[in-house]
């Protein structure tokens, strides 16, 4: 199974920021829509940001708009995830994903997840 590699988690105070990478092998998921999902203790799965299979449109959850940003590299085919201007509230786990559809990724399911990364936010 092709497993998807997330890293740049970690802990951190309000206002600051953290750069999320995650690694994508080979040409896997050429036509599938990529993002971020997240799921804090006790919540459910929030849909992040993530971008269309063809790479032309980019949604964000309104609660990061302005404060994250997702871009992607085809060359070594990494997805990142700059996040800034952090909050409590974002505090959870961080899955990479992938999707035909990418309006399943914007309801919070995919088919294809990453292991998931922590991001702690402390006040």
């Known amino acids: 199974q092709v497993q998807m590699q997330e890293s740049g988690g970690g802990r951190v105070q309000v206002g600051g920021s953290l750069r999320l990478t995650c690694v994508v092998p080979?040409?896997?998921?050429?036509?599938?829509?990529m993002g971020w999902i997240r799921q804090a203790p006790g919540k459910e799965r929030e849909f992040v940001a993530g971008?269309?299979?063809?790479?032309?449109?980019?949604y964000y959850a309104d609660s990061v708009k302005g404060r994250f940003t997702f871009s992607s590299t085809t060359i070594d085919n990494t997805r990142y995830l700059q996040m800034d201007s952090l909050e409590p509230d974002d505090t959870g786990t961080y899955y990479c994903?992938?999707?035909?559809?990418?309006?399943?990724?914007?309801?919070?399911?995919?088919?294809?997840w990453g292991q998931g990364t922590q991001v702690t936010v402390s006040s």
């Open positions: 994903v992938a999707d035909p559809h990418i309006q399943r990724l914007r309801s919070g399911l995919a088919d294809y």
């Open positions: 080979g040409r896997t998921f050429v036509e599938n829509a």
């Open positions: 971008i269309d299979w063809t790479g032309s449109t980019t």
